[in-house]
């Protein structure tokens, strides 16, 4: 075959790897942007600092007072029962305005409902499709890599993130590093790091198509065999792929940054025997993601970087980018800062 022949093919078969659904999706409308507005917040009033959190969170966004739904469960425990969610989460829907399509949860734990995460058990109501005891698929988020808005309208779901953290501190730090990302198209790097964990490095994939759509718009870079990052100061994207992430405090993370690490338990916000999702916004990150029970390594259950980044850079809420990234969510919880948005190109 001639290299006439090979080059245009060889472009046509990253374009087809690179974006496999919508992904070439255009810049947000500022008709149609998610804000404040939309965002409801659930608050543990059994739980001093989610009270505070909750508080703090609402002020410092403008959230509207009615946007506030309260809650009673004991706080500090890992796993909720689903019996006790499922009441809790019937009466969340009760009190919900019907403006509202997506919610921050204003505390740590728990971050599991029975075998799912409660961020899509807040989302889509507690369902054993979302869960696997063995290694096989699970129940696909409509809302994967949509052009919606508004989730709740469209689909009936509110995707759900939390306001996560070790103490009021480090949230609070947290959300202020969301309001400081805001609109400021940063001009940083997004690091993509292949390793030799072949089981995590699957996502890996999508790499080359990642360059290929994407480096006219914002510097990415393929890291290959180290397996971490070190010294870098200007990270805004970091996706891997290990049970454990070293050298994480010798990097500066951007604000709005988003990172992850695909392995089994990075979910298990507390307590996790491989490394906590939690160390990546200790770090800096403003957004992150981690199983929260064993999902083996299928690219569906992790966060598409190529989705990720597509969506954050067309100036889509942190939230909205990182939840369209994910098809079958049902064993992942999300954290971080749900309004940042970087790369909006004016407030709402």
Request: glycine share 8%.
């Amino acid at each position: 075959m001639s290299r006439n022949i090979l080059v245009p093919l060889l472009v046509l078969l990253l374009q087809l790897f690179a974006c496999d659904s919508n992904t070439a999706a255009g810049p947000v409308n500022s008709d149609t942007r998610f804000g404040p507005a939309q965002l409801g917040v659930i608050v543990n009033d059994d739980d001093p600092e989610s009270r505070k959190i909750a508080d703090y969170y609402m002020e410092q966004r403008g959230i509207p007072a009615k946007n506030l739904v309260h809650v009673r469960f004991k706080p500090g425990e890992r796993t909720m029962r689903p019996e006790d969610f499922r009441k809790l989460k019937a009466d969340v829907d009760a009190a919900a305005p019907e403006s509202v399509q997506a919610w921050a949860l204003t505390w740590t734990a728990p971050y599991r409902v029975g075998c799912m995460s409660i961020t899509t058990a807040f989302a889509a109501g507690f369902n054993d499709a979302f869960c696997a005891e063995d290694c096989k698929l699970t129940r696909q988020s409509p809302y994967f890599d949509s052009d919606s808005r508004r989730p709740w309208k469209d689909f009936g779901w509110r995707p759900a993130i939390m306001l996560a953290g070790e103490s009021f501190e480090d949230i609070k730090t947290l959300v202020d590093r969301g309001i400081q990302s805001d609109h400021t198209n940063p001009e940083g790097s997004g690091y993509l790091v292949s390793t030799n964990d072949r089981a995590r490095n699957v996502r890996a994939r999508f790499y080359p198509g990642i360059l290929f759509m994407q480096s006219d718009r914002f510097r990415l870079k393929v890291v290959r065999r180290r397996g971490t990052l070190k010294y870098r100061d200007d990270v805004m994207f970091y996706f891997t792929g290990l049970k454990k992430v070293r050298d994480l405090a010798t990097n500066q993370f951007l604000p709005g940054a988003i990172a992850d690490h695909l392995t089994s338990s990075g979910g298990e916000l507390t307590g996790s025997s491989q490394m906590s999702s939690l160390r990546w916004l200790q770090a800096g990150a403003t957004g992150s993601f981690g199983a929260v029970v064993e999902p083996c390594a299928f690219v569906q259950k992790f966060p598409r970087p190529d989705i990720v980044i597509n969506r954050y850079l067309n100036g889509e809420t942190l939230i909205e980018s990182y939840w369209k990234s994910v098809e079958m969510p049902g064993q992942g919880v999300f954290i971080g800062e749900p309004l940042a948005t970087p790369f909006s190109n004016s407030p709402d």
